[in-house]
């Protein structure tokens, strides 16, 4: 088993910053990739930015490309999620996932789910 937690969410005016953190315990994040995902009211989830399991390459979603950065430090079974030039579209429950040996791209395709940690963007 690998559990996921996310933490620094919260509330934050747009054109802020926030950074978001997933801590995994249970095994080592070495060999799977890291995906952000998230998912507003009503809305399907939807992918978000992933890393691959070294960090030699990156994917964002074209919404966020250039706003939000990913990284991961597999010494210390950390993933993050820097978030800049925050909009309120960006406003939803945002998910760190694994998936072992993948792209990190594909919700459907993840092996562990955290459980969700909230942002809110004000206008």
């Known amino acids: 088993q690998v559990q996921l937690v996310e933490s620094g969410g919260g509330l934050v005016q747009a054109g802020g910053s926030l950074r978001l953190s997933c801590a995994a315990s249970g095994r080592t994040l070495s060999n799977y990739a890291m995906g952000w995902f998230r998912q507003a009211p009503g809305k399907e989830r939807e992918f978000v930015a992933a890393i691959s399991w070294n960090g030699d390459s990156t994917d964002y979603a074209d919404s966020v490309k250039g706003r939000f950065t990913i990284s991961r430090d597999n010494a210390k079974n950390m993933a993050y999620l820097q978030m800049n030039s925050l909009k309120s579209q960006d406003t939803a429950v945002y998910y760190c996932?694994?998936?072992?040996?993948?792209?990190?791209?594909?919700?459907?395709?993840?092996?562990?789910w955290g459980k969700g940690t909230l942002v809110t963007v004000s206008s």
């Open positions: 996932a694994a998936e072992f040996r993948g792209r990190g791209t594909d919700a459907r395709a993840m092996n562990y």
